[in-house]
């Protein structure tokens, strides 16, 4: 099994800054991909973007060039950089790693952006 744990939420003004980190522990090496995804209250959840286990990321439309994703393999945690956040990037944030074994979810962390 794979365990995440998601930390680095928050309450932010509009055009700041955050850093989600995702701790992984477990079988990592069976991991794939590890995804960021949201969901704001009554929306579905979305994919905000992720990384490969060879380094290649991809991200949805609504936050490219805004947010940054990156991993530290000795520590096993992935990144998920947030600048010039904009109120309806509002939402819970959740970590997935897509792995051989299976799909895990971190916990979620809130990200609270005030206008």
């Known amino acids: 099994q794979v365990q995440l744990v998601e930390s680095g939420g928050g309450l932010v003004q509009a055009g700041g800054s955050l850093r989600l980190s995702c701790a992984a522990s477990g079988s990592i090496f069976s991991i794939n991909a590890m995804g960021w995804y949201r969901q704001a209250p009554g929306k579905k959840r979305e994919l905000v973007g992720f990384i490969t286990s060879g380094g290649s990321t991809n991200y949805a439309d609504s936050v490219k060039g805004r947010f940054t994703i990156s991993r530290d393999n000795a520590k096993n945690t992935v990144y998920l950089q947030m600048n010039s956040l904009k109120p309806e990037d509002t939402a819970v944030y959740y970590c997935?790693?897509?792995?051989?074994?299976?799909?895990?979810w971190g916990q979620g962390t809130q990200v609270t952006v005030s206008s």
């Open positions: 997935n790693a897509d792995s051989a074994i299976g799909d895990y």
